[in-house]
């Protein structure tokens, strides 16, 4: 009937299917895991609160008006009372240029061309 010399094949089939399935898983739920180690930060300074950037505003009107705050110059004094009044400004202040837009264009390059004279380097333009 038996022969028990004879070597009985290992059926391996569903060992690798199970493996698989259990490889899978793994994959699946392993991103998944978050490790969360208790860490104790050192003490840092305080901070000072940033201060907002100091800014100048210069207004120019249709009619060659130029207003620096409240004060109220022509264009042809305002070149020399600027050079004379930016003395109380930090040069590393910006400078917000606002003039009306039926200026000629050689009226609103004078005024930028007076303030970068003076040494402001942040001058800019400002439109609507």
Do not use: C
């Not at 207004?59 to 930016?86: C, P, Q, V």
Request: proline residues 4%; positive net charge.
């Amino acid at each position: 009937m038996y022969d028990w010399d004879e070597q009985p094949d290992l059926n391996i089939t569903p060992f690798v299917d199970v493996m698989l399935v259990l490889m899978a898983i793994l994959m699946i739920t392993a991103p998944t895991v978050n490790y969360q180690e208790k860490i104790n930060l050192p003490q840092g300074t305080k901070s000072k609160k940033v201060h907002k950037e100091s800014t100048v505003t210069i207004r120019m009107d249709a009619k060659r008006n130029i207003y620096l705050g409240k004060e109220h110059y022509t264009l042809s004094n305002f070149r020399d009372t600027f050079m004379l009044k930016s003395k109380k400004y930090d040069l590393t202040t910006t400078v917000f240029i606002r003039a009306d837009e039926r200026l000629p264009y050689k009226d609103v390059i004078f005024l930028l061309k007076s303030v970068k004279d003076v040494g402001f380097n942040k001058v800019s333009l400002i439109t609507e």
